[in-house]
T-cell receptor
Framework: AQRVTQPEKLLSVFKGAPVELKCNYS??????LFWYVQYSRQRLQLLLR??SRESIKGFTADLNKGETSFHLKKPFAQEEDSAMYYC????????????FGQGTILTVHP | ETGVTQSPTHLIKTRGQQVTLRCSSQ?????VSWYQQALGQGPQFIFQ???????GRGNFPPRFSGLQFPNYSSELNVNALELDDSALYLC?????????????FGPGTRLTVL
């Protein structure tokens, strides 16, 4: 069974501080991991995905298969980063079925 | 290129009724997935359609059913509504059915069951 755990429901940091949103997963095969973000009054949208190995809006995420984690990091948080962040997993023959975590609300204070 | 749209925005039904939610995928996207998002939870996969055939189903009872049409529109039907069906329903489209595909989400339909 696939499972995604985001242990922090709420995360608050000050502008300019580093931020790390934690994500742990449970899956027996080789998963594809994603971070989706939902800004205020906007729809859910892709932030970044493991397979692309890219940095989006200063965010990066590294897949650690040993620790089954895919934490999202940014060295210097900005106020516009305040949003709901979801970690999601797709794997095997699921044909794109996404299993989401419960989400983390990130608030960046000025 | 237009984004994914959903209708209606909000809907109120009573227990035992039936409801149909609609989604219009991005042009050229052959796959549509439906998710249920209860308050304070992440989206939960209901089912996926690829080229008008069901292509995978989550842990939802048969009273949740769907259709996908050749014009990139789709429907989610829920029969015998229960109070716990109150949630935000999201559809998401993607070009194919690869696990690496980005899914493009609609704004959702908020269903309230009284």
């Amino acid at each position: 069974a696939q499972r995604v755990t985001q242990p922090e429901k709420l995360l608050s940091v000050f502008k300019g501080a580093p931020v790390e949103l934690k994500c742990n997963y449970s899956y027996s095969g080789s998963p594809e991991l994603f971070w989706y973000v939902q800004y205020s009054r906007q729809r859910l949208q892709l932030l970044l995905r493991h397979i692309s190995r890219e940095s989006i809006k200063g965010f990066t995420a590294d897949l650690n298969k040993g620790e089954t984690s895919f934490h999202l990091k940014k060295p210097f948080a900005q106020e516009e980063d305040s949003a709901m962040y979801y970690c999601a997993l797709a794997g095997g023959t699921s044909y794109g079925k996404l299993t989401f975590g419960q989400g983390t609300i990130l608030t960046v204070h000025p | 290129e237009t984004g994914v749209t959903q209708s209606p925005t909000h809907l109120i039904k009573t227990r035992g009724q039936q409801v149909t939610l609609r989604c219009s995928s991005q042009s050229g996207h052959n796959t549509v997935s439906w998710y249920q998002q209860a308050l304070g939870q992440g989206p939960q996969f209901i089912f996926q359609y690829y080229r008008e055939e069901e292509n995978g189903r989550g842990n939802f009872p048969p009273r949740f059913s769907g259709l996908q049409f050749p014009n990139y529109s789709s429907e989610l039907n829920v029969n015998a509504l229960e109070l716990d069906d109150s949630a935000l329903y999201l559809c998401a489209s993607s070009p194919a059915r690869s696990i690496t595909d980005t899914q493009y989400f609609g704004p959702g339909t908020r269903l309230t069951v009284l």
